[in-house]
């Protein structure tokens, strides 16, 4: 089965700054899906990421906050901008085969 | 958003005792999806449910998909210390071919 990972594995970031996560799969996949993961909560979706189009965002999400990035088959990003203590969470890449979902490690982000 | 209620929320048992826990919702899914997700690390998938009625097994975990489409159980036999984790279920909901709704959680603790 795939392998996908995701860098950084952890970060703590200043109030009003911008980070970048990065999530990869060894083998390439359609359909790529970003989730937060709230301390102590289940998984929410974010948006679902497709090579070549813009990002289909879930309600209470949007562009500005979380721009996304699907260059290719095998890889996106996330970026969380402007970010606030609220953000702090852990955020999970995925890819679908078939009805299945498979999760990378997640990125656990603590914002001060 | 659609909610899945998982219970119990948390649990604890002691090692070789059985463990159920369930999924419920009011709307209707064309899969179910469990997951177990250790501290610091993404979920893995467990067992997937494709078809009313399905019973499905992976070792000492069995799932089963309810007849009326809108539940499913999980059970556990003889539990060990290594199945302390949070367990999602998942779905897809029908009309939603790729989006994966998320179960609030249980929280399995083995006491030795």
């Known amino acids: 089965s795939a392998v996908i990972s995701q860098k950084p594995s952890r970060d703590i970031c200043q109030r009003g700054t911008s980070l970048t996560i990065q999530c990869q799969v060894d083998s390439q996949v359609t359909m790529m899906f970003w989730y937060r993961q709230q301390p102590g909560q289940s998984l929410t979706l974010i948006a679902t990421a497709n090579q070549g189009s813009e990002a289909t965002y879930e309600s209470g999400f949007v562009i500005d906050k979380f721009p996304i990035s699907r260059p290719n088959l095998t890889f996106s990003t996330l970026t969380v901008s402007n970010m606030s203590p609220e953000d702090s969470s852990i955020y999970l890449c995925?890819?679908?085969?078939?009805?299945?979902?498979?999760f990378g490690p997640g990125t656990r982000l603590t914002v001060l | 958003g659609q909610q899945l209620n998982q219970s119990p929320q948390s649990m604890f048992i002691q090692e070789g005792e059985d463990v159920s826990m369930n999924c419920t919702s009011s709307s209707i899914f064309n899969t179910w999806l469990w997951y177990k997700q250790d501290p610091g690390e993404g979920p893995v998938l467990l067992i997937a449910l494709y078809k009313a009625g399905e019973l499905t097994s992976n070792g000492r975990l069995t799932a089963q998909f309810g007849i009326t489409r809108k539940d499913s159980f999980l059970n556990i036999s003889a539990s060990i210390p290594s199945d302390v984790g949070i367990y999602f279920c998942a779905g897809h909901l029908t009309g939603t071919a790729s989006k994966l709704t998320f179960g609030t959680g249980t929280r399995l603790q083995v006491t030795l």
């Open positions: 995925s890819f679908s085969f078939s009805y299945e979902q498979f």
